[in-house]
C-alpha cells in the first residue's frame, strides 16, 4: 500500500469518525485546526488499527496530530 493510498484512507476514515469534509491540508492540526474531539480521536484510533491491522501506542497516536504524521506513523507500523 502506497503512502498516498494510506493518506485516501485515513482522510475517509476522519470523513466518518470526525466529520472531516472538503479539502483541508496534511499538515493541519486534527485538534486545534480542524476540530476532532476526543471522543472522535478515540474512535479513529481504534478504526485505524483495525482498518491498517496495526497495534498502535496511545503515546505514539497522541503525538501524531495531522494526517500528515497518521499517515507516518501507519506506514512505519505495516
Same mark, same amino acid.
Given at each position: 500500500?502506497?503512502?498516498?493510498?494510506? /493518506?485516501?484512507?485515513i482522510?475517509?476514515?476522519l470523513a466518518?469518525?470526525?466529520?472531516?469534509?472538503?479539502?483541508?491540508s496534511?499538515?493541519?492540526?486534527?485538534? +486545534? /485546526?480542524?476540530?476532532?474531539k476526543?471522543?472522535?480521536?478515540l474512535?479513529?484510533?481504534?478504526?485505524? /488499527?483495525?482498518?491498517?491491522?496495526?497495534?498502535?501506542?496511545?503515546?505514539?497516536?497522541?503525538k501524531? +496530530?495531522?494526517?500528515?504524521e497518521?499517515?507516518?506513523?501507519v506506514g512505519e507500523? +505495516?
Amino acid at each position: 500500500m502506497s503512502r498516498t493510498d494510506i /493518506e485516501d484512507k485515513i482522510r475517509s476514515i476522519l470523513a466518518k469518525v470526525a466529520r472531516l469534509e472538503g479539502a483541508y491540508s496534511a499538515q493541519a492540526d486534527l485538534f +486545534r /485546526e480542524l476540530g476532532v474531539k476526543s471522543i472522535a480521536a478515540l474512535d479513529l484510533l481504534l478504526t485505524l /488499527e483495525e482498518e491498517f491491522g496495526v497495534a498502535i501506542a496511545d503515546e505514539a497516536f497522541g503525538k501524531a +496530530r495531522s494526517v500528515d504524521e497518521l499517515v507516518s506513523l501507519v506506514g512505519e507500523l +505495516r
